[in-house]
C-alpha cells in the first residue's frame, strides 16, 4: 500500500471509478455499504442512513439502518457458523485472519478515504489506526498458537488439566 500523498497526476482505481491519488479527493463518493450477514452482503428493512462528512457537512454516503430484527438474524448466523469456525484447526483460522489482515492492507489507501471521509479524523491519525487494526489482526492469527492448557495435579493419583477451546457467540 502506497501511504504517500500524491498531488500529482498518478491515478488508482477505487470502486470502479477512478480518483486522483489524494486521501481528500471524494470523488470515489458517494459510498453506498451493505451489511455483511450469513455470508451475504444484504440490505436493510430498516431503510438508509445517511453517512455525513463532519469536516464539510457533505453526504458521503449511505448504509443500511439495522433493525433489531437485522441483528438477530446476525447474531443467529454467527451462532450457526461458530461450531464449523472452532472446529477449524488453528492453523486455518489464523491463515483467514491473516488474509482478512491481507486484504485490508491491499485496501488501505481506499479505506483511508472512507474513514477521513467518514469519522473527519486526520489522515496521519487515521494511517496509524488502519495501521495498527492489520496489526492486530496478524497478532491475534498468531497468538492461537500460544494458547496452552494447564495440568494442575489434583491428588496423589490423579491430574486436573485445561483446554482452551473458541467460546462461541
Not at 53 to 61: D, F, L, W
Amino acid at each position: 500500500s502506497n501511504w504517500t500523498v500524491c498531488r500529482g497526476a498518478a491515478q488508482t482505481r477505487v470502486f470502479g471509478s477512478v480518483r486522483r491519488n489524494n486521501p481528500m479527493d471524494t470523488r470515489l463518493l458517494p459510498y453506498v455499504g451493505r451489511m455483511l450477514i450469513d455470508g451475504r452482503l444484504c440490505e436493510s428493512t430498516g431503510g438508509w442512513m445517511e453517512c455525513i462528512n463532519p469536516a464539510n457537512e457533505n453526504p458521503i454516503g449511505q448504509v443500511p439502518r439495522a433493525t433489531p430484527e437485522d441483528v438477530d438474524c446476525a447474531v443467529r448466523a454467527a451462532e450457526r457458523a461458530q461450531p464449523a469456525w472452532a472446529a477449524l484447526p488453528v492453523v486455518k483460522r489464523a491463515e483467514y485472519l491473516h488474509r482478512f489482515a491481507d486484504a485490508m492492507s491491499a485496501r488501505a489507501d481506499d479505506l483511508l478515504v472512507l474513514e477521513v471521509a467518514d469519522s473527519g479524523n486526520s489522515i496521519t491519525g487515521m494511517k496509524g489506526d488502519i495501521a495498527r487494526a492489520i496489526e492486530r489482526l496478524r497478532y491475534f492469527a498468531g497468538l492461537g498458537f500460544e494458547l496452552q492448557g494447564a495440568t494442575i495435579p489434583g491428588s496423589d493419583d490423579r491430574l486436573a488439566f485445561t483446554v482452551r477451546e473458541p467460546y462461541g457467540v
